[in-house]
């Protein structure tokens, strides 16, 4: 039973988070520091270029990398003070094993081993799929192809997904149905170029920073900003067009757009003629989605549905951007594919300043569902379920087919059956789904029910708490690699220290549980140049081909854009890395000439019927709660809620809420409030703001135990993507009670304590052997 | 003098705090950011104001100061006080018409945003304005930003009888702008019963009038 060993205070005292301030070796002066390390950002999918500044083989601080040219020097909070994660005292430095009394120090022979032998005997008892393995994209593209491989040929697993299911899924799966290939349509300078930029459902200011400057050079040159979010956030305060649409109703306000575009005459017949196909159904679908009704679905006026129809649909350029908050829905892939039926029917693709773009939330979220970490698709982007494609693989692979498993269980559903008792193990490496996975009280109930769980991580997150065994990894600057970002855009990670303490590589430890499981023959690297050559193979003639790329051509060029396929006769036909060609350039911009990458080369209309969200208010439960960030924390806050000017920034989460409801239910700002739903309830402050609409209230979710609100979301799934509905969910509102202040209180000080540790933590402090 | 001037464009300005974290890594303030944010009113707006010292050509700082603690360099920047000098008396930050320089007991010295001296005397721009994602903040030549840029730079401020003249320009947006922003001005007729397909919470609410949008 793989239940968390000690009280949550002495976890922290443990374990953090600690909130870290100082650099090693204190704040330097602009030339004191042995090395600059030209890398990436460790945390967004837009993956901004950084020097980091390298001294006695620690991080000590940054410098901006200007000849970078997605973001020249460009930095948001959390990638100025990135470099804090280095030298952290909640570091994990040695692999542990847990007992009744905490976790105790083992060697790593021990650790792999008893790993091995529980993987043995889970798999031998119950049959191979009840030991599951889930990844993380913050891993390089490198590191996520092994553990595709290493799942289905160590693990000899189906059940494999990773945490980029709560990201963009939704925007892949509607990306390969409209346009046969799931990536950003263009490079980010196309945004520059349009004359009209429609955001819809994406925070960018506190999410994507670098892009408002993109938005902001296109403004200059004359565009205009139509923005649509339930809340005003920063970018929309200023757009010519703000639509305040009710959480849950984006289809409805997507179909009346294409329904005045239509009837207004604005599309583009000669591109819906000779580049695409299925546009009558989806103009049947539209027939009565007027303003008026979608006015009452989404709440915006009627005429401003109409003036952003117009806007969009006569512009000679235009562009769509869109990230979680359109596709954190069970009907997620609808909304994504509604955006691209209103590209495609006015021609706005393909072209320069014209495009439809997800925004990756997630450092590698493009890389990495790109080569085989994600439940149903082998490297390149291939299908797990199509034969040819299982055939490609399998000979690259030096195995039979029939020796890859098929496809597997989607994160939620690994959590699910884990609940249910089918799945016994776990393995997991950077992932923390008991804060990032929705209803967080099921899925602690599924993590206790774990024969074995064994985690790969660099700190000990809310879900790591949970494990048997724990093998210290790696941060992003102890390797090196490649990642994709948001653009499309490969770039190279580079090392800039090795790592502490008896902590290793993520890849090198992995290769030794293959070892340890007798499959070693499958993974003969030496370093993970190695993987990406044999990465290049794997993917050649897949959506995602990066077989004409090399970290040699990345390191020159400043990022090569996928795909990059081979161009001769004996590249096509190589099996060896070394003979592959990279004659090609990359691909900038996607669908130039309206060439579309389904098999009949065109764009796909997908007909979309409004529908509700899978859980709607009503008398109990009478409010909109959704969901999102904060521009100082990332994601689960593993490592932003380690940083202590970053939490500073906002150290706890909060709950916006409009004065009007506020005033309904007797609450003022800054006091306690108790958000309900049928999933459990939290406690925290509220912060009245008319910037949100007056039926919803927002909860950020970066935080764990009782600051979650993912306790109180729920397990929805997009039937197609299987993304988990964050963004809707049914809530009461209420003044707290002295006990649940009291608890909301607990939970602060928790977060927060951290601050005033003593210098020394008894016999199994792990401080100590911290040697920087 | 430089022809690099240092430009505030608050209708940009996203609330991020990179500058302050990144301005807070210097080694001369360890950890403290000498530029800072306001918020409009965080209840009505999201609008915020980051705020560096303005550098002005006759600053009031050194003007009052009675220990002539207050240096300005050739290229015109203004800098934090000499810390041999500093008495505390906090007469530079009850005087300064931007209400920039601050006075921190633990150090017994007003310090204040000096244009990252140690960077902008090598020909590198201030770390605020490198990081910056919105380009809120931007350091570069007048005809640069001129021709990239909307709205309008200003240097020249009259408090009461002062006029200041100032190395640091502040951007005033073209046209109004509406900085009240409150959702309800940008909804529907709302709570009419018939205007959700759902339960309206707000039924016993009147009907908001409907006026423009923003900008």
Redesign the interface.
Known sequence: MAKVPLTREQMVEQYGPTLH??PAG?????E?YDQLIATHCCFCGQQCGINLKVKDNAVV??E?R?DFPF?K?????K???RYLQGSHPDRLLHPMKRTEKGYERISWDQALEETVRKIREIQDKYGKDSFAMLSGVSLTTEKSYLVGKFARLALQTANLDYNGRLCMVSAGAGNKKAYGIDRASNHWEDITKAKVIFVIGTNI??CF??T??YV?RA??NGAKLIYAD??????A????????L?PGSDSALLMAMLHVIIRDGLTDEKFIAEHTTGFEETREAVKDATPEWA???T????H?IEKAARWYGEAETGMILHARGLEHHTKGVENVVSCANLALATGKIGREGCGHSTITGQGNGQGGREHGHKCDQLPGNRDITNPEHRKYIADVWGVEESEIPGKGLSAQEILNEIHAGKIKGLLSICFNPLVSLPDANFNREALDKLEHYTVIDFFLSETAQHADIVLPGSLQEEDEGTTTSGEGRVIKINQAITPPGEARKDWEILLDIANRLGRGKYFPYKNTRDIFEELRIASRGGTADYSGITWDRVEKENGVFWPAPQTTEKGKAAKRSEDLDTNHPGTPRLFEGGKFYHPDGKGHFNAVHWR?SAE????QY??WLTTGRV??QYLSGTQTRRIG??VD?YPNPKMEI????AL?LGIK?GEWVTVKTRRGQITVKA?????????TVFVPYHWGGKQSINMLTQRALDPISKIPEFKVSACAVSKATPEEIREGEEAQHLANKTENLPVSYGINDRRKDFSR | MSEMRFFIDPIRCIGCKSCMQACSECATHKGKPMIHLEYMERGSSTQTVPMVCMHCENPTCAAVCPADAIKRTEDQVVQSSLKERCIGCKNCVVSCPFGVPRYYPEMDQMMKCDLCYDRTSQGLKPMCATVCPSEALFYGTLEEFQSRRKGTPINTFDFGMQEIKTRVFLVAPDGYVNLSMDVMHHLDGRFEDNAYDHLDPFSHLEAMPMSGGLL
């Not at chain 1, 204190?26 to 602009?30: E, Q, R």
């Not at chain 1, 339930?230 to 970018?235: A, F, G, L, N």
């Not at chain 1, 709440?299 to 009627?302: D, K, L, V």
């Open positions: 301030y100082t204190g704040f330097k002066t602009v004191d601080g940054f901006p200007t973001n020097g460009k930095l948001c909070p990638g100025v003070k200011a506190e920073p670098i408002t400057d902001w403004r200059d339930p809340r005003m956030v920063p970018m305060r200023t757009a010519d067009l703000y639509l305040p009710r006015a009452k679905i709440g915006i006026p009627a401003q509700e709607v208010v009503d008398g009478p409010i521009v100082s000017p970053l920034q409009h004065p009007r409801l309904k700002d912060m009245v703001v008319n910037t949100i609409r007056p039926d």
